[in-house]
């Protein structure tokens, strides 16, 4: 099952099932959750309850046309008087972990070894340690969700978008749920100097989380996931690739362990995993550009690109 948040102007924020090109709102079930955070914690984090609750609300939901909308009605940009999508989650922190797929390490590797005295990128010798890099992404404010603009710095000159599976923790480092992650990077800051990756990495608008939560309960492989980039410059589709999350040189728990290592993780944080797509430099995001992420089983993200 997958889960969406979305906003109503009659109704407000409501959470939501897909069901095939429609959306159920689980905000007309009784006893229901209008947001994926309160029901998380009703569920106490666990995963298997997030699933009971989504499954039994959506048959307690009453057979009214006014609680089901179609995904087209509400995939669209936030303006106007009108439901749109939103974050399917609110996330108290997003965090990422970076040269995660061979794929990302060779590329980086030949972009940044000419700059360096060692032999040895700096990328390479993280993707051959124990330890991999991971890094603190965003908090709510930071973020976007589906069709809302992600940002460009206005002291960068090459910012890149990255697409990324994502995954929401519950209690004792469980995985409660899948999601696509935008870890928008300004890379020639990142390039100049290491130091600066936060400023690469934290800026407004520079996460995209959406358009769903596939449940993990349901049990989707997390590392044979299909995943699209697009970029979409004027009506052109100026850059297009494709990867598999099975290319993930390093599983999922043991992000965790790092993740959480002498470090408190709360309930309903994201996790970014590392992309395997990685966008040469001349497809560098522009204001007026849109970005498309797609997952096999999650959805289409799509964001549009301003410059700030």
Known sequence: MRLVQFNSPEKGPRLGAVRDDKVVDLGAAEAAYTNFMALLEWAGGRAEEVARYAAEAAERVPDDLSYVYDWEELDRPPVGNKSHLAMPVVPPEVW???????RSAEVRDADVAAQLDDSAS???RVYHSDRPECFFKATPPRCVGPNE????????KLTATEPELAYILGENREIVGYTICNDVS???????NPLYLPQSKIFTGCCALGPAILLAADGPDPYDMEI??????????????STNSGRIGRKLEELNEYLYRDN????????????GIMVPNEFALCDGDAVEIEIDGIGKLVNPVKQL
């Open 264 to 275: 408190p993780v709360p309930m309903g944080t994201v996790v970014s995993t590392g992309t």
């Open 228 to 241: 699209h980039c697009r970029i979409i410059r004027g009506r052109e589709t100026i850059f297009s690739e």
């Open 186 to 192: 300004a890379w020639d800051l990142e390039r100049e």
């Open 96 to 102: 990422g972990f970076g040269v995660t797929y061979q």
């Open 149 to 156: 603009p992600i940002g460009i710095r206005s002291d960068s």
């Open 122 to 124: 700096i990328y390479d």
